[in-house]
């Protein structure tokens, strides 16, 4: 089973490159931040999430891995996952761990796309028009999430490269040359 942690700031382009790996390859594609604004808005937990999310916070940990490992429940013939925007803290990064060991498997590789913090700040800024993400719409929670990026989730880079599993991109470029990039060290990766 292939299991790809990608990794990356607010703006990287996670989202977009997920989408593509997940069709070259019949991966499954996971994003919690999808799974938090696919939740019904009425529920407690949508509510709970979203006052986190609106201010650019991380949700919980605990809720976070729960929500997690309930998704990936949903796909019992995976031949392999796209994990985007998780694990986001060293703790979901040793949940996940657990939880892979727990199904026999593991994380094959983090693909970390390295982004500049003003051509991020200049994404978020653009993808707010069409995006309807209250989240994308202030630059001060723009600001803040880069903010909580570099503090909390940055280190968890430190736990795959602990592993040998860190594989750094160059995330600037159009979404061809990314993308190319990705699948050649996802190749080597794998081979
Ligand atoms: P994203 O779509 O990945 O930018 O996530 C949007 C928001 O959802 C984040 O700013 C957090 O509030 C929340 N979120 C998504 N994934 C996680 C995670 N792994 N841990 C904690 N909060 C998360």
Same mark, same amino acid.
């Given at each position: 089973?292939?299991?790809?942690?990608?990794?990356?700031?607010?703006?990287?382009?996670?989202?977009?490159?997920?989408?593509?790996?997940?069709?070259?390859?019949?991966?499954?594609?996971?994003?919690?931040?999808? &799974?938090?604004?696919?939740?019904?808005? /009425?529920?407690?937990?949508?509510?709970? $999430? *979203?006052?986190?999310?609106? %201010? #650019?916070?991380? &949700?919980?940990?605990?809720?976070?891995? /729960?929500?997690?490992?309930?998704?990936? $429940? *949903?796909?019992?013939?995976? %031949? #392999?996952?796209?994990?985007?925007?998780?694990?986001?803290?060293?703790?979901?990064?040793?949940?996940?761990? *657990?939880?892979?060991?727990? %199904? #026999?498997?593991?994380?094959?590789?983090?693909?970390?796309?390295?982004?500049?913090?003003?051509?991020?700040?200049?994404?978020?800024?653009?993808?707010?028009?069409?995006?309807?993400?209250?989240?994308?719409?202030?630059?001060?929670?723009?600001?803040?999430?880069?903010?909580?990026?570099?503090?909390?989730?940055?280190?968890?880079?430190?736990?795959?490269?602990?592993?040998?599993?860190?594989?750094?991109?160059?995330?600037?470029?159009?979404?061809?040359?990314?993308?190319?990039?990705?699948?050649?060290?996802?190749?080597?990766?794998?081979?």
């Amino acid at each position: 089973m292939t299991n790809i942690v990608l990794f990356g700031p607010p703006g990287s382009g996670k989202g977009t490159q997920s989408a593509i790996l997940k069709k070259k390859y019949g991966l499954v594609h996971i994003s919690t931040g999808d &799974v938090f604004r696919g939740l019904d808005p /009425e529920s407690e937990l949508a509510k709970l $999430a *979203k006052s986190y999310s609106d %201010k #650019g916070n991380l &949700v919980p940990d605990e809720i976070t891995i /729960e929500i997690l490992e309930s998704e990936v $429940a *949903k796909y019992p013939d995976a %031949k #392999g996952v796209i994990y985007d925007g998780f694990p986001r803290t060293s703790a979901q990064a040793a949940a996940l761990d *657990k939880f892979l060991t727990s %199904k #026999g498997t593991s994380v094959t590789c983090m693909l970390a796309l390295d982004v500049q913090e003003d051509v991020l700040r200049e994404r978020l800024k653009g993808r707010a028009i069409d995006s309807g993400r209250p989240d994308d719409a202030d630059p001060a929670v723009i600001q803040n999430r880069i903010d909580v990026y570099n503090n909390q989730t940055a280190p968890v880079a430190d736990f795959y490269k602990a592993q040998g599993k860190y594989i750094e991109i160059n995330g600037i470029g159009s979404i061809e040359e990314i993308s190319q990039r990705l699948i050649d060290a996802l190749e080597a990766a794998t081979a």
